[in-house]
């Protein structure tokens, strides 16, 4: 299946994510915040990004924004999975340049679904590009 990388701070959400998405069959890179997550993806070359927004030192935000400036990352599928709720919060979220923004507390089935919908979205571009 595909490699993932999952950044939250929060050890049990951590955990709940890596679970769902291994038992689906993912390769999952689990790291503790926004900085250990960029050099994940730089390192890893994973195929999506689960990233929480509120993390000590590179927020959510800041690593989806350096991730979109990256030659080799900038077309990596992002989902941010937050506490904040507040339209403006998913504005800035989806601005910052991620593709799906999902508020905790969140729906493990939901969560699947949208890394299912990203994953196939990205194969398709891939497919298209080398079409």
Do not use: W
């Amino acid at each position: 299946m595909a490699k993932i990388v999952v950044a939250d701070d929060d050890v049990d959400i951590r955990e709940l994510v890596e679970f769902k998405l291994a038992s689906m069959g993912h390769e999952i890179v689990a790291v503790a915040d926004g900085a250990a997550a960029v050099d994940a993806c730089r390192a890893e070359h994973p195929d999506l990004a689960v990233l929480d927004v509120m993390m000590p030192g590179v927020s959510g935000l800041d690593a989806v924004r350096t991730i979109r400036a990256d030659a080799v990352l900038g077309s990596l599928p992002v989902i941010l999975l937050t506490a904040r709720a507040q339209e403006s919060d998913v504005e800035t979220g989806l601005s910052s340049g991620a593709d799906e923004y999902i508020t905790k507390p969140f729906s493990p089935r939901d969560l699947a679904a949208r890394v299912d919908q990203l994953l196939e979205r990205a194969a398709g571009r891939g497919q298209a590009s080398r079409g």
